[in-house]
């Protein structure tokens, strides 16, 4: 069965510095988002993307994130800055349509900020 | 944000039993409804989804039941199985908005052999 795949599953990263978390979605789908969930917090939605560019993004999204689908497979979450709020399991999600919340999520990429 | 509340942190049921998970939203303008469940370790898994136009859905032991006037649904499991052990997710999004998903905050479910 088609899976979300993400890496790395687990990142540690001093304060300040870039991280990249990256995903290759399942392969016929047209729609790819970022979720994140903070340690016993709710999951909370970042940003979604369709067709190159973002469809939409929460307040949470600002301008120390950003993501790009740099070739025909991956789909990346960069944090330009890291702040020791950031830390935090980010999930990849991934789907076909978009008139649902029908989605497929990955495993999850847990960032730790020191 | 409080607009997707799951009350119940936790639920313990006998093997063979009814699970009966809860649900409450706040936002008028969800019109589409979903169950995920979470195992450790792993992403939320689609279970089970409901739009605002129904309100009832049925797919093998799952059940899901919308309450719009209430602004409640729940979901069923009947019977449950120890398999069925995992964080459940309620999440609800609006046509308008159909990408963006708000997720409650979850709730254990343990099933006793």
């Known amino acids: 069965e088609p899976e979300v795949t993400q890496t790395p599953s687990h990142q540690v990263t001093q304060m300040g510095q870039e991280v990249i978390l990256r995903c290759v979605p399942i392969?016929?789908?047209?729609?790819f988002y970022w979720y994140r969930q903070i340690l016993g917090q709710k999951v909370e939605f970042l940003v979604s993307?369709?067709?190159?560019?973002?469809?939409?993004k929460s307040e949470i999204f600002d301008d120390q994130f950003s993501v790009e689908r740099p070739d025909g497979s991956n789909f990346t979450l960069k944090i330009r800055s890291t702040k020791l709020e950031d830390s935090a399991m980010y999930f990849c999600?991934?789907?076909?349509?978009?008139?649902?919340?029908?989605?497929?999520f990955g495993e999850g990429s847990r960032l730790t900020v020191l | 944000d409080q607009q997707v509340k799951q009350n119940s942190p936790s639920l313990s049921v006998q093997e063979g039993r009814i699970s009966i998970l809860n649900c409450d939203y706040t936002?008028?303008?969800?019109?589409?409804f979903l169950w995920y469940k979470k195992y450790p370790a792993e992403g939320p898994t689609f279970l089970i989804s409901?739009?605002?136009?129904?309100d009832k859905n049925e797919d093998g032991r799952f059940t899901v039941f919308l309450n719009k006037s209430a602004k409640h649904l729940s979901l069923h499991i009947v019977p449950s199985q120890p398999g069925d052990s995992a964080v459940y997710f309620c999440a609800a999004n609006s046509s308008g908005s159909a990408r963006q998903l708000t997720f409650g905050s979850g709730t254990q479910l343990t099933v006793l052999p």
């Open positions: 993307f369709y067709n190159n560019e973002i469809s939409e």
């Open positions: 999600a991934s789907s076909r349509k978009s008139d649902t919340g029908e989605l497929f």
């Open positions: 392969s016929n789908h047209l729609y």
């Open positions: 936002n008028s303008m969800f019109d589409y």
């Open positions: 409901i739009s605002s136009i129904k």
